[in-house]
């Protein structure tokens, strides 16, 4: 612009705005270390960054250029105020200088939550967490968001999960996590056996119910997925259908009415690893990987029969019980109990676990984890029965009982008398003596899962192997699991005949 004045031309130049920004950084806010990177310094026009100075405390920085942004570069910061000021030179000397300037917190430390124990007295639910929290103003309880109030929290949960997940966040961004494991305590019981075909045979299932009425036992245990690979009642999870595991022997719901209708708990016992229907259909078909083989790659048999053994390290096996546990957990069933939850047992060098990464103990633990995980949201707890030598030896079917327990409700040791071979736990005849193998493998099972959530609740030997069991013997176990520690039991006679069990009325 030229502007005459008294016979003199006089050129007027005009200041120019760079339009300088900072932006990922708010006047007076809070930002963690590694947040600092995150900053970035701006202009209208990206050719004037190179004459953009930046300074952290009065101290220049080094800084880099990417796509029309400037942002710091090792710039390490202590806890505490800072300031940054960004300076764009103007051109014309006489005018001054475009600055941006903010005052921040560097914060580095997360929020410090607290959660109280929590327990829940049925996986059915309400679960209330309580906790505290120090430098955050709202935390995550699963996928909940809940308010902080004078640095308390609580709230009231519908479903009851195995580990609840606890998210926090601080305005800084600086977050803290933790899973806690939510502990429901098995209500306890006195059950027996009955398998599918027992509950649809009137002989078999009226003494049962005799036995409940008389205040002898509280629980029935009634197989949904047996040995034999066939599910009970009519199963509409899509795998039992297309393999043809659905038998239908009872009806489901009814049985289950009918059960809680008499006050009594109902569990599903849910024959894992074991399964012929499944082994026969996935050899036949092609998924070979599904089956427990040997190292020739035929199908695992033994003693157990022709594609008896699945391969419990194969996701599509594990998926096919999960399933069926969410099921019978869907239809009302108080507790899943998984039986041959477990490799088969023999020598583990001649096995082959297609797809097995780690230990077999390990596979069987996330197994259960997983199973419990699936469950517990739908109110059912979950058992595992194991072997009476799994106590001191876990190698030989793949059942760690440390290992297990955080993962279960309870774990049900099968310490038959008859299984017991002559000095075990000290005691010449085992088998003779029900009171006193009973007592010490049991006592050693408490040992081992205590402190981790789960309760031992055992099989118990309503059948004569070797030796004639009838009352005295019977109620000679139940002493025996009493005084170890652990009051619940169940009963196991494969022929589901206890008219001579000898239960006493609670």
């Given at each position: 612009?030229?502007?005459l004045?008294?016979?003199t031309?006089?050129?007027?130049?005009?200041?120019?705005?760079?339009s300088?920004?900072?932006t990922?950084?708010?006047?007076g806010?809070?930002i963690?270390?590694a947040?600092?990177?995150?900053?970035?310094?701006?202009?209208?026009?990206?050719?004037?960054?190179?004459?953009?100075?930046?300074?952290?405390d009065?101290?220049?920085?080094?800084?880099?250029?990417?796509?029309?942004r400037?942002?710091?570069?090792?710039?390490d910061?202590?806890e505490?105020?800072?300031t940054?000021?960004?300076?764009a030179?103007n051109?014309l000397?006489?005018?001054?200088?475009e600055t941006?300037?903010?005052?921040?917190?560097?914060d580095g430390?997360?929020?410090?939550v607290?959660?109280?124990?929590?327990?829940?007295?049925s996986?059915?639910g309400?679960?209330?967490v309580?906790g505290?929290v120090?430098?955050?103003d709202?935390?995550?309880?699963?996928?909940?968001?809940?308010?902080?109030?004078?640095?308390?929290?609580?709230?009231?949960?519908?479903?009851v999960?195995?580990?609840?997940?606890v998210?926090?966040?601080?305005?800084?961004g600086?977050?803290?996590?933790?899973?806690v494991?939510?502990?429901?305590?098995?209500?306890?019981?006195?059950?027996?056996?009955?398998?599918?075909?027992?509950?649809?045979?009137?002989?078999?299932?009226?003494p049962v119910?005799?036995l409940?009425?008389?205040?002898?036992?509280?629980?029935?245990?009634?197989?949904?997925?047996?040995?034999?690979g066939?599910?009970g009642?009519?199963?509409?999870?899509?795998?039992?259908?297309?393999?043809?595991?659905?038998?239908?022997y009872?009806?489901?719901?009814?049985?289950l009415?009918?059960?809680?209708?008499?006050?009594?708990?109902?569990v599903?016992?849910?024959v894992a690893?074991?399964?012929?229907?499944l082994?026969?259909?996935?050899?036949?078909s092609?998924?070979?990987?599904?089956?427990?083989?040997?190292?020739?790659?035929a199908?695992?048999?033994?003693?157990?029969?022709?594609?008896?053994?699945?391969?419990?390290?194969?996701?599509?096996?594990r998926?096919?019980?999960?399933?069926?546990?969410?099921?019978?957990?869907?239809?009302?069933?108080?507790?899943?109990?998984?039986?041959?939850?477990?490799?088969?047992?023999?020598p583990?060098g001649?096995?082959v676990f297609?797809?097995?990464t780690?230990?077999?103990?390990?596979?069987?633990?996330?197994?259960?984890r997983?199973s419990r995980?699936?469950?517990?949201?739908?109110?059912a707890y979950?058992?595992?029965?194991v072997?009476?030598?799994?106590?001191?030896?876990p190698?030989?079917v793949?059942?760690?009982?440390?290992?297990?327990?955080?993962?279960?409700?309870y774990v049900?040791?099968?310490?038959?008398?008859?299984?017991?071979?002559?000095?075990?736990?000290?005691?010449?005849?085992?088998?003779?003596?029900p009171?006193?193998?009973?007592?010490?493998?049991?006592?050693?099972?408490?040992?081992?899962?205590?402190?981790?959530?789960?309760?031992?609740?055992?099989?118990?030997?309503?059948?004569?192997?070797?030796?004639?069991?009838?009352?005295?013997e019977?109620?000679?176990?139940v002493?025996?699991?009493?005084?170890?520690?652990a009051?619940?039991?169940?009963?196991?006679?494969?022929?589901?005949?206890?008219?001579?069990?000898?239960?006493?009325?609670?």
């Amino acid at each position: 612009m030229l502007l005459l004045v008294a016979g003199t031309v006089t050129t007027i130049v005009h200041s120019r705005d760079v339009s300088l920004a900072v932006t990922d950084l708010a006047e007076g806010g809070s930002i963690t270390p590694a947040g600092v990177q995150r900053v970035a310094i701006t202009t209208a026009d990206p050719a004037d960054l190179d004459h953009v100075s930046v300074q952290v405390d009065g101290q220049p920085v080094e800084v880099n250029h990417d796509g029309g942004r400037m942002t710091l570069v090792g710039v390490d910061l202590a806890e505490g105020d800072h300031t940054l000021s960004a300076t764009a030179p103007n051109p014309l000397p006489w005018m001054p200088d475009e600055t941006v300037e903010r005052t921040f917190t560097i914060d580095g430390t997360p929020p410090a939550v607290a959660v109280e124990p929590a327990e829940a007295t049925s996986p059915r639910g309400p679960l209330t967490v309580r906790g505290t929290v120090d430098g955050a103003d709202t935390i995550l309880l699963g996928d909940r968001e809940v308010p902080v109030r004078d640095g308390r929290f609580e709230a009231s949960l519908d479903a009851v999960p195995a580990q609840l997940k606890v998210r926090s966040a601080d305005r800084a961004g600086n977050t803290a996590q933790q899973d806690v494991a939510i502990k429901v305590t098995h209500p306890g019981m006195r059950a027996v056996h009955l398998s599918a075909t027992a509950w649809a045979t009137p002989e078999l299932r009226d003494p049962v119910l005799a036995l409940a009425r008389e205040h002898r036992i509280d629980t029935v245990q009634l197989d949904i997925k047996d040995e034999s690979g066939e599910i009970g009642y009519d199963s509409q999870v899509p795998l039992a259908r297309q393999i043809g595991a659905s038998r239908g022997y009872y009806d489901a719901r009814a049985a289950l009415d009918q059960l809680h209708g008499m006050g009594l708990r109902v569990v599903g016992r849910l024959v894992a690893f074991r399964d012929p229907v499944l082994g026969r259909a996935s050899w036949e078909s092609g998924a070979r990987d599904r089956v427990t083989q040997d190292t020739g790659g035929a199908a695992w048999s033994a003693h157990y029969g022709e594609y008896a053994f699945t391969n419990f390290a194969n996701t599509e096996v594990r998926d096919y019980n999960i399933a069926i546990a969410k099921e019978a957990a869907g239809l009302g069933f108080d507790d899943v109990l998984y039986d041959y939850v477990r490799r088969p047992d023999g020598p583990i060098g001649r096995m082959v676990f297609p797809g097995l990464t780690g230990t077999p103990e390990q596979s069987i633990t996330d197994f259960l984890r997983d199973s419990r995980a699936a469950v517990r949201p739908l109110g059912a707890y979950l058992g595992a029965s194991v072997f009476g030598i799994a106590a001191h030896s876990p190698g030989d079917v793949a059942q760690d009982i440390p290992g297990m327990s955080p993962h279960v409700d309870y774990v049900a040791p099968m310490v038959y008398p008859s299984h017991w071979g002559p000095g075990e736990y000290g005691v010449d005849n085992p088998n003779a003596k029900p009171y006193d193998i009973v007592r010490a493998s049991v006592a050693n099972f408490v040992d081992l899962t205590r402190g981790t959530g789960a309760v031992v609740i055992p099989w118990l030997q309503a059948f004569s192997l070797g030796h004639h069991y009838g009352p005295g013997e019977i109620q000679a176990q139940v002493a025996a699991t009493r005084d170890a520690g652990a009051p619940s039991f169940l009963l196991w006679n494969a022929a589901c005949a206890y008219g001579g069990a000898g239960l006493e009325p609670a």
